[in-house]
């Protein structure tokens, strides 16, 4: 299913949008990487109803880094992260 995103927010420092189609194992991948950025001051998920998973996520910066380039910063790094994990894993299973 394809992810559609929905800007609820923006001011700028913070940013709000809604995920639709994305539940706790992306939404906590997502805010633990953005937590990991030192320009960002807070990053949270919430999941407002268990039957429709439209999570929002919530993001404020410090400084005058726009939570956009924070968001872009973490997906990227997020990509780094898989491509590395499935080159090791290709490696490791390569027969012969």
Same mark, same amino acid.
């Given at each position: 299913? !394809? ?6 927010? &923006? /001011? ?8 639709? #189609? ?9 805010? +633990?990487?953005? *937590?990991?950025?030192? #320009? ?8 407002? +109803?268990?039957?429709? #998973? +439209? !999570?929002?996520? &919530?993001? &404020? /910066? ?7 380039? %924070?968001?872009?910063? %973490? *997906?990227?790094?997020? &990509? ?14 390569? /027969?012969?």
């Amino acid at each position: 299913m !394809p992810l559609k995103i929905n800007v609820l927010e &923006r /001011t700028k420092n913070g940013l709000k949008i809604e995920l639709e #189609s994305e539940g706790h194992t992306f939404c906590n991948l997502l805010q +633990h990487t953005l *937590l990991q950025d030192k #320009s960002v001051e807070m990053a949270g998920y919430d999941i407002p +109803h268990p039957l429709v #998973s +439209h !999570p929002i996520l &919530r993001i &404020r /910066t410090k400084g005058n880094k726009p939570p956009e380039k %924070a968001l872009t910063n %973490a *997906l990227k790094a997020i &990509r780094e992260i898989i491509d590395t994990f499935l080159k090791e894993f290709e490696k490791g299973t390569k /027969t012969g």
